[in-house]
């Protein structure tokens, strides 16, 4: 609860709850100002008639107290005057005034007049004072949050979190709750639940209470009525000589009494027929010839009352409404013939007081405990809801990341991956958390050994077979020089070294905005889609050869066996779908696209190249890389020829050596496709004398070969790849 006054600075750099400091700044300057107020009006017409004493004894030396308090608090939040904690002070001051005015009303209201009679002021400051005491309350509950709770706030407010938020919103499964949470629906049952119980036993109790005050009235009421009917009874002959001294000694005596009885009466009088004091009187008339109301002596007998009386044989009631009162009569009789009436009166309000303080106190109870039932509730909802929010968390992150990297904005890779158990609990929710951590594990497991290509399709939730027809880029790779670096080595040490040079070409491609399809053994599948597909693969091409060079050059600085890649791209219609049993499926492309893209990476070998791509592909990049043409082939199982092109580099990276070997190589290739093998001949040997061109060497070794033995009349430069 409390809070050091030194300033704590958030995540976004500003002073944490400055608009609360300023609130409660408000707050004090108004509560003095109320107080103040208070003081300058009790004396006046603000408060009524027997609420301004107990108001000058009890409320007035209370909230001068708290007016200290508030002062204080004031000058401390404007000047900094003490280093302990001002918002201590406000909550203490605050539950003063709540416990002040409530303990007032406790004590003092008896009827209706009592709340009538109190100002707005004191409404207001018992309104203004709770709430400000709930406020801090929720604040200081909130405040006590540990880190898991900060964690998901300030995951919910990223703005690229909550973009994708949206996205994932429009699923059947969303982060959000489709209705009242778990903590409104217990904070409403139980509120609902107590507010009944609590409300219907009170009522019952209050019920019988009401009832047992009227029966205590009327049997009080109704002896004390029989009782000074028999004392009138017996001063009939004092009566009839106009003495009624005895009757006033005892109304006197009864007047006594009263003060401390349990149920004071208003008044008793005795009324008598007018012609047993005077027989000469010409109407008839009852007449107060005593009684302890000053206002009803010698008044006469309202007549009304006189046919109540009359209608009802001895003892009886009548509840007089516009007088509030109950009135309670007794005859008295001379034979059969009634010569007067005791009438006990009681005020409404004095008899039913203490049943409506007990109402009163049972409202206060009912509030408070209403009060407390509703934090106590919500700080179990809490308890249950917070290891939910925290594994709503864990669970939401990895999802929101699984999605993005399914729809392709994230690079698919395990090791983001990464579920954080925050459920401390030990229940239900902790073993929920336990086996969700589990299947996310089993989902990291599973993630580096699944296509990206894969991961789309689980996503859309297809089961069984699907296929569709695609256009895209295929780019193969082998490691040249591999089976002789592992020779001599144990499994163990050749499996590191491949993994090493897979997670290289892995990272590379990835970036590139390829997938991985497979492996097989030190040789890379991968596609590409989209309409960069080629300049990115090429790009990957690029990359991937200048980073092997420089791999070798470290492992040749170590004195380690060096490697070489190759490289084969090509683009064009395949199948993409589902391939293998219903149980054990793999997601891949089929097709002559795939197969060529395989071929072309395995005849590097016979051009001494570290890339080769088709034409389809040259046409696509030609703009922005620089290729040279190498051949006219058909591979193995083919018989349509294709030409293929290795990439050079980029053509802003380009050197001049490079465009000069790409411009004389051109030219010598003219000759050699128009079996002008002398011309051929001259150019091959200058470009691999110049620039130590292997695929130039090989071509010298075709011209040699074709003068011995001359390909036919109509061939036009096509060669027939005889290996895979």
């Known amino acids: 609860m409390a809070e050091t006054g030194t300033k704590k600075k958030s995540n976004s750099g500003t002073e944490p709850f400055t608009a609360l400091i300023i609130c409660e700044l408000l707050y004090s300057l108004l509560q003095i100002g109320i107080i103040f107020f208070t003081w300058y009006n009790v004396r006046g017409s603000v408060y009524s008639g027997r609420q301004v004493l107990p108001l000058i004894n009890f409320i007035i030396p209370a909230q001068s107290v708290l007016a200290v308090i508030f002062i204080i608090n004031t000058a401390n939040i404007i ?36 709340f009538s009679g109190l100002s707005l002021i004191v409404y207001l400051n018992y ?54 949470g778990i903590r409104f629906k217990l904070v409403s049952v139980f509120m609902l639940l107590f507010l009944f119980s609590i409300s219907g036993l009170s009522l019952l109790l209050l019920n019988d209470y009401k009832k047992t005050i009227n029966s205590s009235v009327i049997y009080t009421g109704t002896t004390l009525a029989e009782q000074s009917a028999s004392f009138l009874k017996s001063k009939v002959i004092d009566i009839r000589s106009g003495n ?119 409202i206060i109870i009912t509030f408070y405990l209403l009060y407390f039932v509703f934090f106590l509730v919500y700080i179990l909802g809490s308890r249950i809801v917070k290891p939910l929010t925290y594994l709503q968390l864990s669970v939401k992150k990895e999802s929101i990341l699984l ?35 589990n299947m996310f594990n089993v989902i990291k497991g599973i993630i580096p050994y699944v296509s990206q290509s894969t991961l789309k399709q689980a996503k859309k939730g297809k089961t069984g077979y699907s296929s569709s027809k695609r ?76 980073k092997m060079a420089a791999e070798n050059k470290k492992r040749k600085a170590g004195k380690n066996v060096t490697v070489r890649i190759g490289v084969g791209i090509n683009e064009g219609e395949v199948i993409f779908g589902s391939v293998g049993a219903k149980d054990r499926l793999d997601f891949t492309s089929i097709g002559d696209t795939v197969n060529l893209a395989a071929r072309l990476e395995g005849a590097n070998k016979q051009y001494y190249t570290s890339s080769l791509i088709s034409e389809a592909v040259y046409n696509k990049i030609k703009q922005r890389f620089l290729c040279r043409e190498i051949d006219l082939l058909t591979v193995k199982g083919k018989s349509r020829p294709v030409k293929v092109y290795e990439i050079i580099s980029l053509k802003k990276k380009a050197t001049n050596a490079d465009k000069n070997l790409v411009r004389e190589f051109n030219s010598a290739l003219k000759f050699y496709r128009k079996k002008n093998w002398k011309s051929a001949e001259k150019k091959f040997n200058e470009i691999y004398a110049k620039y130590s061109d292997q695929t130039s060497s090989l071509f010298l070794k075709r011209i040699a070969l074709y003068r011995k033995s001359p390909p036919p009349a109509k061939w036009n430069g096509v060669y027939q790849l005889t290996v895979k």
């Open 79 to 114: 000047l900094k005057l003490f280093k302990f904690t001002f918002r201590f002070l406000s909550f203490s001051a605050s539950f003063l005034s709540v416990l002040i005015i409530t303990l007032f009303i406790w004590q003092y209201a008896e009827s209706n007049i009592f």
């Open 127 to 180: 309104l203004l004072s709770l709430g400000w005491f709930t406020f801090l309350l929720v604040v200081t509950f909130y405040r006590s949050r540990n880190r898991a709770l900060v964690e998901y706030n300030s995951f919910k407010k990223e703005k690229n979190i909550t973009q994708t938020s949206r996205e994932l919103a429009r699923t059947p499964v969303s982060g959000r709750p489709s209705g009242p």
């Open 244 to 362: 009624f001294i005895d009757l006033r000694e005892y109304l006197s005596k009864q007047k006594k009494k009263n003060r401390n009885a349990q149920l004071p009466f208003a008044s008793i009088t005795f009324y008598i027929k007018n012609k047993l004091i005077n027989s000469n009187t010409g109407s008839e008339k009852w007449q107060a010839v005593a009684s302890t109301g000053v206002q009803l002596q010698d008044s006469l007998l309202e007549s009304n009352l006189l046919a109540v009386f009359r209608d009802q044989e001895g003892t009886g009631l009548y509840q007089n409404d516009q007088t509030r009162e109950s009135v309670l009569f007794a005859p008295a009789q001379l034979g059969d013939k009634i010569f007067g009436y005791s009438v006990v009166r009681y005020s409404n309000h004095i008899i039913y007081r203490s049943f409506y303080k007990a109402m009163i106190r049972v």
């Open 403 to 437: 999605s993005r990297m399914l729809s392709g904005k994230e690079r698919v890779t395990a090791s983001q991956l990464s579920f954080s158990d925050n459920v401390t609990t030990r229940d239900e929710i902790k073993d929920l958390s336990g086996a969700i951590g």
């Open 471 to 546: 256009r895209m880029t295929f780019l193969f790779t082998d490691i040249r020089g591999f089976t002789t670096m592992c020779e001599g080595r144990k499994p163990q040490e050749v499996v590191s070294i491949l993994n090493h040079y897979l997670n290289l070409q892995t990272d590379i491609i990835t970036a590139n905005h390829g997938d991985i399809d497979k492996f097989v053994g030190d040789e890379v599948m991968a596609s590409f889609s989209g309409k960069n597909s080629n300049l990115n693969a090429a790009s990957a091409c690029v990359e991937l050869i200048r």
